[in-house]
């Protein structure tokens, strides 16, 4: 039998003035499970928190309205105790003791490496406490459980190599959403193929195959190809 449905996402709340650093970094993140809402502003990060309820909160610290310091002092003033990691281009060290002596959790000097952010972020969250990535992703009756390392549609047990494992997770950790050929690559094989998409095709193709076959008498087609994009996995009835 496949496992249980999946628990709520760890949320995470990205202040980010700069449109590229805000889209890579929400991006990043919702590619390992996580909730992600991003703001422009200080004062829109304290007018979104406190309902939001973030698990973690990743700030700019050089925002147009206020900087990262005064947003953490307004966010800790209205209930919000989520860790709160530092981005900055400043890497003065009276800066960075600043940060972690007056309630931030970490401090990240631009330019980073999104793979560190990530990793600094989910350990944030479990030095917390909170709620931290599901170990479990479903998509109708498409199951797949990360710890097991296992995956299901419906009661039967598909068997996948390692890579396609890696695929898959990675389509159903953004499920509804699209994820291009290029976060593809990135993602799962970790290298630049300068461009070469034909492998993400050729194993989204044999992925279909044992998950996904779309036959008529069977469950309704889940992955989805976006036309010169890449692809989406979403719930039969769903249109975006």
Same mark, same amino acid.
């Given at each position: 039998?496949?496992?249980?449905?999946?628990?709520?996402?760890?949320?995470?709340?990205?202040?980010?003035?700069?449109?590229? %650093?805000?889209? *890579?970094?929400?991006?990043?993140?919702?590619?390992?499970?996580?909730?992600?809402?991003?703001?422009?502003? @200080?004062?829109?990060?304290?007018?979104?928190?406190?309902?939001?309820?973030?698990?973690?909160?990743?700030?700019?610290?050089? *925002?147009?309205?206020?900087?990262?310091?005064?947003?953490?002092?307004?966010?800790?003033?209205? @209930?919000?105790?989520?860790?709160?990691?530092?981005?900055?281009?400043?890497?003065?060290?009276?800066?960075?003791?600043? =940060?972690?002596?007056? =309630?931030?959790?970490?401090? %990240?000097?631009?330019?980073?490496?999104?793979?560190?952010?990530?990793?600094?972020? =989910?350990?944030?969250? /479990?030095?917390?406490?909170?709620?931290?990535?599901?170990? /479990?992703?479903?998509?109708?009756? *498409?199951?797949?459980?990360?710890?097991?390392?296992?995956?299901?549609? @419906?009661?039967?047990?598909?068997?996948?190599?390692?890579?396609?494992?890696?695929?898959?997770?990675? *389509?159903?950790?953004?499920?509804?959403?699209?994820?291009?050929?290029?976060? %593809?690559?990135?993602?799962?094989?970790?290298?630049?193929?300068?461009?070469?998409?034909?492998?993400?095709?050729?194993?989204?193709?044999?992925?279909?195959?044992?998950?996904?076959? @779309?036959?008529?008498?069977?469950?309704? /087609?889940?992955?989805?190809?976006?036309?010169?994009?890449?692809?989406?996995?979403?719930?039969?009835?769903?249109?975006?």
């Amino acid at each position: 039998m496949p496992p249980a449905p999946l628990s709520p996402a760890a949320r995470v709340l990205v202040v980010d003035d700069e449109e590229n %650093i805000s889209y *890579l970094v929400a991006s990043a993140l919702r590619l390992e499970g996580l909730e992600v809402t991003t703001v422009a502003t @200080g004062a829109d990060a304290v007018a979104t928190a406190p309902a939001y309820g973030p698990h973690a909160v990743v700030l700019d610290l050089m *925002l147009p309205d206020m900087d990262g310091f005064e947003v953490m002092r307004r966010l800790r003033s209205e @209930g919000v105790s989520a860790p709160i990691l530092f981005l900055s281009a400043r890497s003065d060290t009276s800066d960075r003791v600043r =940060g972690l002596t007056t =309630g931030g959790e970490d401090y %990240i000097v631009k330019p980073f490496a999104v793979e560190e952010l990530v990793a600094r972020v =989910g350990l944030a969250l /479990r030095r917390s406490g909170a709620t931290s990535p599901p170990g /479990r992703l479903q998509v109708a009756d *498409l199951v797949l459980d990360e710890d097991a390392h296992r995956v299901w549609r @419906g009661e039967q047990e598909a068997q996948l190599t390692a890579t396609e494992f890696t695929l898959l997770r990675c *389509l159903m950790a953004a499920a509804g959403r699209v994820v291009t050929r290029a976060q %593809i690559l990135d993602h799962v094989w970790q290298y630049d193929f300068s461009g070469e998409t034909a492998i993400v095709e050729s194993f989204v193709s044999t992925l279909r195959k044992k998950v996904d076959p @779309g036959t008529p008498d069977g469950p309704p /087609r889940l992955i989805h190809t976006i036309r010169g994009v890449g692809y989406t996995i979403r719930e039969p009835g769903r249109s975006r």
